[in-house]
């Protein structure tokens, strides 16, 4: 009679787990906004250089505290290799690839995308403390992978 018990003790524990799991997913979704990095669109990794925005990587203000943020991640480096940014500022990171598979995450935020050849990636994220961050390529490219890192720069306004 005791094993019966235990069973559904056991259930009731395990459905009280998916129901919170699903719970904290819909509340990260929902309520924070937080999303994985969005496949913003095509291309073709070839004419990247004459193809906008990325004919012309860098940073742009596209309003107060708001930046954009165009990167190439090639082998073996980012262009730009360096970000600055005032503390608050919110940046989207709009970036490819024009040979094989890059990573691109920035060390100490949620920021972590895929560089796919073909593919436009693109992220946002808020900068609230100033401080420094390495960008890494976290995705094995070959013989310079450990080269390919760059910096953003939260500054203190
Ligand atoms: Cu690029 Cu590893």
Wanted: proline fraction near 7%.
């Amino acid at each position: 009679m005791k094993v019966v018990v235990y069973e559904k003790v056991f259930l009731g524990v395990g459905i009280l787990c998916l129901v919170a799991c699903l719970a904290a997913l819909f509340y990260a979704s929902a309520v924070m906004g937080i999303h994985l990095p969005g496949r913003e669109g095509e291309l073709d990794p070839e004419e990247i250089a004459s193809t906008p925005p990325f004919d012309d990587p860098g940073l742009r203000r596209v309003a107060p505290k708001e930046y954009e943020a165009v990167v190439v991640g090639k082998v073996w480096q980012f262009d730009p290799r360096e970000i600055r940014v005032p503390v608050g500022s919110k940046v989207t990171f709009i970036a490819t690839s024009p040979d094989v598979i890059h990573g691109f995450h920035v060390q100490g935020t949620r920021i972590n995308m895929m560089l796919i050849p073909g593919q436009i990636s693109k992220t946002s994220y808020r900068f609230q403390i100033p401080g420094e961050h390495l960008i890494l390529c976290h995705e094995y490219c070959g013989f310079g992978h450990h080269l390919m890192y760059g910096n953003l720069i939260v500054e203190e306004e």
